[in-house]
């Protein structure tokens, strides 16, 4: 079948990126991004039951600089998800549909998802944690 | 060879059948992260220097425990589901589909179970 070469149709690309089509893309991108987090999670659990060398190791290498800067997305990317999935299942539960509530949700879902990544910081620094 | 027309073969059949099995599991452990999510985001402040001793001890109690296990299961659930509707939705090439496929639900059945038996581990004081 020579099905593989036939042209394709104009796709997203020929669309203006609006908010409601970025936030939307943005939710795949944050869930899938923190599908690789969730492994280091599981990764820090096993180095904790693994003993008090190998819990070391582990945090010295979570805590070296690069590293941290990827903890740091996976925590933004945490609570983008956290908000903008709250603000889907809102929709699922059939709220919030008129547009200038999807453009008032969205802008909220952006800062908050900004506010949440910073407190979370500012507790952790505080606490001493890091 | 049939005589049915392949139309005749497809109506009644629906496209997979099961699609809202997937979507209302996909809600329900969102719904149940959350919580969950949200719990372990204090608690990971709490964890002043995530020294060894420190986190022993919180995660050896038992409610913290039996919710970390809930919240690994779940997220990894979750994860999966997600995770399978990406790959249906940009792998077009059948085999490579079915690979990645199963290969995601491996990892990720690998990851909830290495994740809960090293909770287990740690709670029953190895």
């Known amino acids: 079948m020579a099905s593989d070469n036939r042209p394709l149709s104009p796709h997203l690309q020929v669309y203006r990126p609006q908010i409601t089509s970025v936030l939307s893309i943005l939710h795949r991108i944050t869930g899938v991004v923190m599908s690789f987090g969730a492994l280091l999670l599981a990764y820090w659990l096993l180095a904790l039951a693994s003993g008090p060398v190998a819990y070391a190791g582990a945090l010295e290498v979570l805590g070296s600089g690069p590293v941290m800067l990827i903890l740091f997305a996976f925590s933004y990317c945490f609570f983008y998800h956290l908000c903008n999935g709250l603000r889907h299942l809102a929709w699922d539960a059939g709220w919030g549909f008129e547009l200038p509530q999807v453009y008032a949700s969205g802008w909220t879902v952006v800062i908050a998802s900004f506010v949440l990544t910073l407190l979370f910081w500012v507790g952790l620094l505080a606490g001493g944690s890091v | ?126």
Do not use: C
């Not at chain 2, 059948?17 to 969102?30: E, F, L, P």
């Open chain 2, 1 to 126: 060879m049939s005589l049915r027309t392949p139309l005749g073969k497809a109506l009644g059949l629906g496209s997979a059948k099961d699609g809202t099995g997937h979507w209302w599991s996909q809600r329900v452990t969102a719904a149940a992260l959350a919580l969950l999510g949200v719990w372990f985001a204090f608690a990971l402040v709490g964890l002043d220097g995530f020294d060894y001793q420190t986190v022993r001890l919180w995660l050896g109690a038992p409610l913290n425990s039996i919710l970390l296990i809930i919240l690994v299961a779940t997220l990894f659930y979750h994860s999966s589901l997600g995770v399978q509707v990406v790959i249906e939705d940009y792998a077009h090439e059948d085999g490579g589909k079915v690979v990645a496929l199963v290969l995601a639900k491996f990892i990720h059945l690998f990851a909830a179970v290495a994740g809960i038996f090293a909770v287990l581990r740690i709670s029953f004081g190895a």
